[in-house]
């Protein structure tokens, strides 16, 4: 056994808070208190990044004509999903899409915008052959913040619907950043039990035991 | 407050292990116990993911000669990135990245490659606009795996330095597949009290305050 090892009991918070975070998309209006969405901001500064890039950047959304038009960027684009899940699918799967609630932009406590950095090229240290990897790091911050967000009693839902470069132009972002998420942080009625798209079923999951192989690429079923 | 809110200490253990994790190059060689790296990958499996895609397969190695052959392939990709930081920076730069400890292949108790699923063209839902969201959700997976093992004691290091299309076809992915990290995972002399890029002077990090703007793009500096 490490002699690094937490104490039980935080061993248990840390498999607690993972095992209990839910993407939300269901809020109540309360408000965050300041010095709870600042915890929250901290953490996400606190996550790994390639090369130390440190791509992550936020903007805080407080202007409520902004929150509105963030609002009609992402239903226009919910739409356009739907009418592709019925071509990709059918449409029925496009009636069931339309039905599920996808984001909770208009009635959470604070809504953030995450995005890349600009100038992203000069960073060559873990991305000369994987360019990617500043997302993979804005997703650890995002990550970090679901936890604190979960232990803090808040909800948090992740929407990447939407076109990234309208509401990149909306938000008057220079061209070389991009956004890659509208964070939804707020106070919640509940909690799903499972993920909301397991609930209501859109999807059912797959075992983990599916997603382990040995040596080489040999899928389980 | 949230009557959500967790008490106090593990809303501390949450906080302690956010801070506390680090990308960890130097491991002792010592076996992760068969337990501790099954609750690792189950934490992989709790992760969000987008429209519940589940895009992240765990390849284990466990043949000391495809640790190897992967050993060789991020070694090269290394040089390959010294030249383009040479070319990017200056030769300084470049002799100082040669210098640094980018990876624990050979020494760490287990050797773990994560890769995008195959056949991710059919999942639409928030990835029409946005389909780089399946390496937001393996990202989110490795960072509840980096959090988790800190908390058992364990180091956990992400590579990025290799050719993706090399280490697919040396793991006989099939070609829509693709691998995003190589991740080290074991026991630790100690843990790096700042991340080692900072320790060791290749960077200085910037503050959050850097990284927060409001409404619109309006960078701090």
Same mark, same amino acid.
């Given at each position: 056994?490490?002699?690094?090892?937490?104490?039980?009991?935080?061993?248990?918070?840390?498999?607690?808070?993972?095992?209990?975070?839910?993407?939300?998309?269901?809020?109540?209006?309360?408000?965050?208190?300041?010095? %709870?969405?600042?915890? @929250?901001?901290?953490?996400?500064?606190? =996550?790994?990044?390639? !090369? /130390?890039?440190?791509? &992550?950047?936020? *903007?805080?959304?407080?202007?409520?004509?902004?929150?509105?038009?963030?609002?009609?960027?992402?239903?226009?684009?919910?739409?356009?999903?739907?009418?592709?899940?019925?071509?990709?699918?059918?449409?029925?799967?496009?009636?069931?899409?339309?039905?599920?609630?996808?984001?909770?932009?208009?009635?959470?406590?604070?809504?953030?915008?995450?995005?890349?950095?600009?100038?992203?090229?000069?960073?060559?240290?873990?991305?000369?052959?994987?360019?990617?990897?500043?997302?993979?790091? %804005?997703?650890?911050? @995002?990550?970090?913040?679901?936890?604190? =967000?979960?232990?803090? !009693? /808040?909800?948090?839902? &992740?929407?990447? *619907?939407?076109?990234?470069?309208?509401?990149?132009?909306?938000?008057?972002?220079?061209?070389?950043?991009?956004?890659?998420?509208?964070?939804?942080?707020?106070?919640?009625?509940?909690?799903?039990?499972?993920?909301?798209?397991?609930?209501?079923?859109?999807?059912?999951?797959?075992?983990?035991?599916?997603?382990?192989?040995?040596?080489?690429?040999?899928?389980?079923?």
């Amino acid at each position: 056994m490490s002699t690094h090892r937490y104490s039980e009991e935080e061993i248990a918070a840390v498999y607690r808070v993972i095992a209990e975070r839910r993407d939300m998309r269901h809020f109540l209006p309360d408000p965050v208190a300041p010095e %709870v969405l600042s915890r @929250i901001l901290q953490v996400a500064h606190q =996550a790994p990044s390639v !090369g /130390l890039m440190q791509p &992550w950047r936020f *903007i805080r959304i407080t202007d409520a004509n902004m929150r509105q038009a963030i609002h009609k960027l992402v239903d226009e684009e919910r739409i356009q999903t739907a009418y592709a899940i019925g071509e990709n699918e059918n449409a029925d799967r496009m009636a069931e899409f339309l039905r599920l609630k996808v984001e909770g932009i208009l009635e959470c406590g604070e809504l953030l915008v995450a995005t890349l950095c600009d100038k992203r090229d000069a960073h060559v240290f873990g991305r000369r052959t994987l360019p990617e990897m500043d997302i993979a790091s %804005v997703s650890c911050a @995002i990550q970090n913040m679901w936890l604190a =967000a979960r232990a803090e !009693g /808040l909800g948090m839902g &992740w929407v990447s *619907i939407f076109d990234p470069i309208k509401l990149g132009a909306l938000l008057h972002m220079p061209q070389d950043a991009k956004p890659i998420a509208v964070l939804c942080l707020g106070h919640v009625s509940t909690f799903y039990k499972s993920p909301m798209l397991v609930e209501t079923g859109w999807k059912q999951p797959r075992p983990l035991a599916d997603m382990v192989m040995e040596n080489t690429w040999k899928p389980h079923a």
